[in-house]
């Protein structure tokens, strides 16, 4: 089999099939399309990864680009999975660990469908690539196109963080800041797609940009020793990543990696956006928009989210909870998080971590289950919201006074 | 006539028509003007079984999305402009 032949597209709702190419959306039902993997022929086992790269690509099986030459790798993936004993203690929980992607290279989980969509531009033949961003995928999406040699444009809508704005721009994209919600920033992302034939990582590469944060779930579950946990927290804008994340793990079932995936993946957003819990909760099957999000938690204001209705879907037949955390709760789970395990996250790092606190509380997780939140950004890309509240430093002057002073308080 | 701007997604359908003029006073009244014009496959594809908007079509009224307003039974003036896009947002 030629490796062209393990790729191909696949429409979500009528199952139509279609080569690997630009297509975004089915001719047939225009319901969205999504990568598929002619996995019978696929042959992996658990030696396969034994000696490879430590990132995402040694999935490379189980991702979307054929030509290896093509492959942008700046170490992104194959982020720590931390046994976090404080964490769990302090909520209750046996047995907590925190996938921590802020350490990825534009720290925070989008360099994942960011490596793949660029890799995947390149297999095209494109020069240039934009997206529609919030702030961390406008980044991961600069700097992987500026390793790359892409023209990189990044639409954003205004009033997002000024660290975030500052870390796109320096990887040298044009930055398009759009007097508008996200919602209405993806809009006009798709204008131009249409318009200028700019490929929009996001919106007409989608199906090949979203295949690399599933990668998160394989993560996992290898650092488990090809386990799953009972239990996983995932931050939720569009729905995306949840949506991945299932797949991730239903993928490593399929290909016989992993036995029997029985894991509850629930899902956590701020309580300024959160369309996606509110239709869980009312037990609808389609989403309600938020007009004007209005959250901390800037990352995850998407007011329409794309995969809000395959998520809803997702999680009911998981069994998972969709859960929201309001801006205080988020903000004291980011200083929690930092206090028991030293890791700082932006918020929607706070969200996954507010959520699973408040699931314990009602007694929706119980302290017996193995637990993995997701944290998916970093702390220095929204460092204003936690400026107050932090204990404040001591000045001394350099002096043995001083020195006895101090250490008596030590 | 109300303006209605159509995404390149729906092409093959609209005859590569981006903008075409309809008379209508709601958006139902829109989509079925557009059916009208373009045929029954129009319809069949971007309305579900009960006449409503498959979710992963959304339709603007001068910006603002009918799921916020009066969903399809949302009124339009002649000098409205409607947007019908295919439902992608966010990553």
């Known amino acids: ?410 | 006539m109300v303006k209605v701007l159509l995404s390149s997604v729906f092409s093959d359908l609209t005859h590569g028509k981006r903008e075409v003029e309809v008379e209508a006073d709601t958006i139902e009244g829109v989509l079925n003007c557009l059916t009208e014009m373009f045929g029954d496959e129009f319809g069949e594809k971007i309305l579900d079984s009960t006449g409503e908007l498959k979710w992963f079509v959304t339709v603007y009224v001068n910006g603002n999305d009918i799921r916020l307003l009066n969903g399809t039974k949302t009124k339009v003036d002649p000098t409205d402009e409607v947007l019908l896009i295919h439902s992608v947002s966010g990553g």
């Open chain 1, 1 to 410: 089999m030629s490796d062209s032949e393990r790729v191909s597209l696949v429409c979500r709702e009528c199952g139509a099939e279609y080569p690997a190419t630009r297509l975004y959306i089915c001719k047939k039902c225009f319901a969205p399309l999504d990568v598929k993997y002619d996995i019978g022929r696929t042959s992996l086992s658990k030696n396969t990864f034994f000696n490879r790269k430590k990132t995402l690509w040694r999935y490379y099986e189980l991702l979307p680009v054929l030509d290896k030459s093509k492959i942008v790798d700046m170490g992104a993936g194959y982020s720590p999975l931390i046994e976090s004993e404080r964490l769990a203690k302090s909520l209750g929980l046996r047995k907590l660990f925190i996938k921590n992607d802020t350490v990825n290279p534009t720290c925070s989980f989008k360099d994942r469908p960011s490596a793949v969509a660029v890799s995947k531009a390149l297999e095209f033949g494109l020069t240039k690539i934009g997206c529609a961003s919030t702030g961390n995928l406008a980044a991961a999406l600069a700097a992987h196109a500026a390793k790359a040699g892409l023209t990189c444009y990044a639409f954003i809508p205004k009033d997002l963080e000024p660290n975030k704005i500052l870390q796109m721009s320096i990887y040298d994209p044009e930055v398009v800041i759009v007097e508008g919600t996200y919602d209405e920033t993806n809009r006009f992302a798709m204008q131009v797609a249409e318009n200028y034939g700019l490929a929009i990582a996001n919106v007409d590469l989608r199906p090949y940009y979203v295949e690399g944060s599933k990668t998160l779930a394989f993560e996992v579950s290898e650092q488990l020793e090809w386990g799953v946990p009972d239990h996983v927290i995932v931050p939720a804008a569009s729905g995306a990543l949840y949506c991945a994340t299932f797949r991730g793990f239903k993928e490593l079932e399929r290909v016989g990696l992993v036995k029997d995936v029985d894991v509850r993946i629930s899902l956590a957003q701020p309580s300024g956006c959160s369309p996606i819990v509110t239709a869980f909760k009312n037990g609808k099957e389609s989403i309600t928009p938020i007009n004007a999000p209005k959250t901390v938690a800037k990352s995850l204001a998407v007011g329409s989210p794309g995969d809000g209705v395959y998520a809803l879907r997702k999680l009911r037949e998981c069994k998972g909870f969709a859960e929201e955390a309001a801006d205080k709760e988020i903000i004291e789970a980011i200083r929690l998080l930092a206090k028991t395990e030293g890791i700082f996250a932006e918020p929607a790092g706070g969200v996954t971590v507010a959520v699973l606190k408040k699931l314990i509380d009602e007694g929706k997780i119980g302290p017996d289950e193995t637990v993995v939140c997701f944290v998916t950004g970093g702390g220095l890309k929204t460092p204003e919201l936690m400026v107050d509240g932090i204990k404040e430093a001591r000045h001394v002057r350099p002096t043995l006074q001083s020195l006895k002073l101090i250490m008596g308080g030590i």
